[in-house]
């Protein structure tokens, strides 16, 4: 009886070969095993000395002149606030009585910043009760009358309320780098003649009317001009409209009729303002309308 033993026998040539390569090359896998170790062992601690290096040696002592820097030159906080806008300015509140016991609400708002322009959105609460919700705005040094016309709550007294303020710094390149040379080229709207009459009859009903010619003397056309219009007895404003006069052209001489079914007698002056978003490109009248 004889038995035959053959080395490897039960592996393949293929597995043969892997283990012998393996046997070969297992003290250099060891070695590259320990020095890929000490490689990330020293990429991470070299990392740690450098964070301790420059936050107690480098960042540190430059951070402490900075702040030194400003305690010396006076930049305090105080004078970083001063810096942001100021908030905008409101009068009093002002109630007219109109017809069908309709109530008219004034109000004149000022932005005091010389570089800010900002818009809102406000209302009037009449009783506690609001009143529409309105889209405002104010360019930078300027006063603006706003309206509510013909409310027709209970409540007599009325308190301004603006929300969702949205300031915007003035940009000196889109300002031709001089706001105040940018918009007197731009805003030159006047009103002449301005006259009122109450001597009229509509319906048996004794009218005032209030009539002016609109010129536009600007090289710059506008989808919409808003016009606030106040009639004055004496220094006491008595009644107030807005109005909207769409596509003034340049150069344009437009007449306005307005017509006030209160009965106002001894009206002695009337007020007119204008007002254009003039940092709105929107706002401009293309030269395909003229």
């Known amino acids: 009886m004889s038995s035959n033993y053959e080395i490897g026998s039960g592996m393949s040539p293929e597995e043969l070969k892997l283990a012998s390569w393996w046997v070969r090359h297992r003290p250099g896998l060891h070695r590259l095993g320990y020095g890929t170790l000490i490689v990330l062992d020293v990429v991470l601690w070299s990392f740690i000395l450098w964070f301790l290096l420059d936050t107690y040696a480098i960042s540190y002592p430059r951070e402490s002149r900075i702040t030194q820097a400003i305690v010396q030159h006076g930049l305090n906080p105080q004078g970083v606030q001063s810096s942001a806008p100021q908030s905008i300015q409101t009068s009093e509140v002002l109630n007219f009585q109109s017809t069908d016991n309709r109530q008219d609400f004034l109000i004149l708002v000022t932005?005091?910043?010389?570089?800010?322009?900002?818009?809102?959105?406000?209302?009037?609460?009449?009783?506690?009760?609001?009143?529409?919700?309105?889209?405002?705005?104010?360019?930078?040094?300027?006063?603006?009358?706003?309206?509510?016309?013909?409310?027709?709550?209970?409540?007599?007294?009325?308190?301004?309320?603006?929300?969702?303020?949205?300031?915007?710094?003035?940009?000196?390149?889109?300002?031709?780098?001089?706001?105040?040379?940018?918009?007197?080229?731009?805003?030159?709207?006047?009103?002449?003649?301005?006259?009122?009459?109450?001597?009229?009859?509509?319906?048996?009903?004794?009218?005032?009317?209030?009539?002016?010619?609109?010129?536009?003397?600007?090289?710059?056309?506008?989808?919409?001009?808003?016009?606030?219009?106040?009639?004055?007895?004496?220094?006491?404003?008595?009644?107030?409209?807005?109005?909207?006069?769409?596509?003034?052209?340049?150069?344009?001489?437009?007449?306005?009729?307005?017509?006030?079914?209160?009965?106002?007698?001894?009206?002695?002056?009337?007020?007119?303002?204008?007002?254009v978003n003039l940092l709105d490109p929107s706002a401009y009248l293309p030269s395909n309308r003229f």
């Open 111 to 275: 932005n005091p910043n010389p570089n800010w322009w900002v818009e809102f959105t406000y209302r009037f609460m009449v009783g506690g009760e609001p009143t529409p919700a309105r889209h405002g705005y104010l360019l930078p040094q300027s006063q603006h009358y706003l309206t509510e016309l013909g409310w027709k709550g209970t409540g007599r007294s009325a308190q301004f309320q603006v929300s969702d303020l949205a300031w915007h710094r003035l940009k000196p390149e889109l300002v031709e780098r001089n706001y105040p040379s940018f918009v007197a080229k731009r805003l030159q709207l006047t009103f002449d003649p301005v006259t009122y009459k109450n001597d009229l009859t509509l319906d048996s009903h004794r009218v005032g009317q209030t009539s002016f010619v609109l010129h536009n003397v600007s090289a710059y056309g506008f989808w919409a001009v808003d016009l606030n219009i106040l009639l004055y007895r004496k220094d006491a404003p008595m009644a107030v409209t807005t109005i909207t006069e769409r596509e003034i052209k340049p150069g344009e001489s437009r007449p306005i009729t307005i017509n006030w079914f209160e009965n106002l007698p001894d009206i002695t002056k009337t007020e007119i303002r204008a007002s």
